[in-house]
């Protein structure tokens, strides 16, 4: 036999749950627990297999109907932020590990790491400079005055 009240207890903690873990997908699995509770409250379900298609079904279907809607009138935080590391990267200063000419290129120091860098300019080891550019794995740089 299948319990009324645990269909209906296991809906509501769902729902609850869904206040302190927001993510807009356990609020229809509890929706569709209540629904399998009323069910089972009119009489319509009465065995476990029914119950659990009922409940597949109607947690799909509040899924894909309301999901949206809920996104619509519920807005989640949101922001837009830089995700091109090479700008945040551009005009720092690091420290020129390898001498670099403008026909060879040497190594720098930039965030706890060695990089291979270029320059139109001779910088030497040891020396400041700037990064201005990447191209592909490179740093291109100028020196710092």
């Known amino acids: 036999?299948?319990?009324?009240?645990?269909?209906?207890?296991?809906?509501?903690?769902?729902?609850?749950?869904?206040?302190?873990?927001?993510?807009?997908?356990?609020?229809?699995?509890?929706?569709?627990?209540?629904?399998?509770?009323?069910?089972?409250?009119?009489?319509?379900?009465?065995?476990?297999?029914?119950?659990?298609?009922?409940?597949?079904i109607s947690s799909l279907v509040y899924l894909l109907a309301l999901r949206s809607l809920f996104i619509k009138y519920f807005e989640g935080d949101s922001s837009i932020q830089n995700t091109n590391e090479d700008l945040?990267?551009?005009?720092?200063?690091?420290?020129?590990?390898e001498k670099i000419t403008p026909y060879t290129a040497g190594r720098v120091r930039f965030r706890e790491s060695t990089w291979v860098a270029e320059s139109e300019n001779e910088i030497q080891a040891g020396e400041k400079a700037i990064i201005k550019k990447r191209v592909g794995n490179k740093w291109i740089v100028s020196p710092l005055k």
């Open 1 to 56: 036999m299948i319990s009324l009240y645990v269909w209906a207890i296991t809906g509501i903690i769902m729902i609850l749950a869904e206040l302190v873990l927001p993510g807009g997908v356990i609020i229809f699995l509890g929706l569709g627990c209540l629904t399998v509770a009323g069910g089972i409250w009119a009489g319509h379900i009465t065995t476990m297999t029914t119950a659990l298609l009922t409940f597949f």
């Open 88 to 97: 945040d990267s551009i005009n720092s200063i690091v420290e020129v590990i």
